[in-house]
């Protein structure tokens, strides 16, 4: 999975996910620009907020990232 992230942590944001084969079309489509990150692997599929609430959960745990 990859999810295309612009705006992350604005009320603005806007999360696209998709795969590699497609991510770029969808991008084009919904007109994501700058500022965005790229997230690669099963993170993807959570957007950001999978993403934050992944490195909070390592954090309670006291997993080194």
């Known amino acids: 999975p990859v999810a295309?992230?612009?705006?992350?942590?604005l009320p603005n944001q806007q999360?696209?996910?998709?795969?590699v084969a497609d991510i770029a079309e969808k991008i084009k489509i919904s007109g994501?620009?700058?500022?965005?990150?790229?997230?690669?692997?099963?993170?993807?599929?959570?957007?950001?907020?999978?993403l934050?609430?992944?490195i909070i959960l390592e954090k309670e745990q006291k997993i080194p990232l």
Request: charged share 5%.
């Open 32 to 50: 994501t620009g700058s500022p965005a990150v790229i997230v690669l692997g099963e993170v993807a599929r959570y957007g950001i907020s999978g």
């Open 4 to 9: 295309a992230i612009q705006n992350a942590s």
């Open 52 to 54: 934050l609430n992944g």
């Open 15 to 19: 999360t696209i996910v998709g795969t």
